[in-house]
């Protein structure tokens, strides 16, 4: 595998506004700029966590008015467990 020539690579003759630019320093600040500008529209996003909490109650349950208010019988005296 033979290394490219630096001197004169691509169409043009090595002239134009990129000759002599190094293309992985190139690739390196490119990188650089654009994590740089992610940082930057990434810094204003809100995060898991930051908005206050939230105050919320659980509405209260009533019980159906089918259930007849009376007490039941309590059970006779025989019928209790372990009553021989």
């Known amino acids: 595998m033979a290394l490219p020539d630096r001197d004169d690579t691509g169409p043009g003759g090595g002239k134009g506004p990129l000759a ?4 992985r320093l190139l690739a390196a600040a490119l990188a ?3 994590l740089t500008l992610l940082a930057v529209l990434d810094q204003h996003r809100p995060t898991p966590g930051s908005a206050p909490p939230v105050d919320w109650r659980l509405p209260a349950v009533e019980l159906p008015r089918t259930v007849p208010m009376a007490k039941a019988p309590s059970p006779r005296r025989d019928e209790l467990l372990g009553a021989d």
């Open 32 to 34: 650089l700029a654009l």
């Open 20 to 23: 002599g630019v190094d293309r």
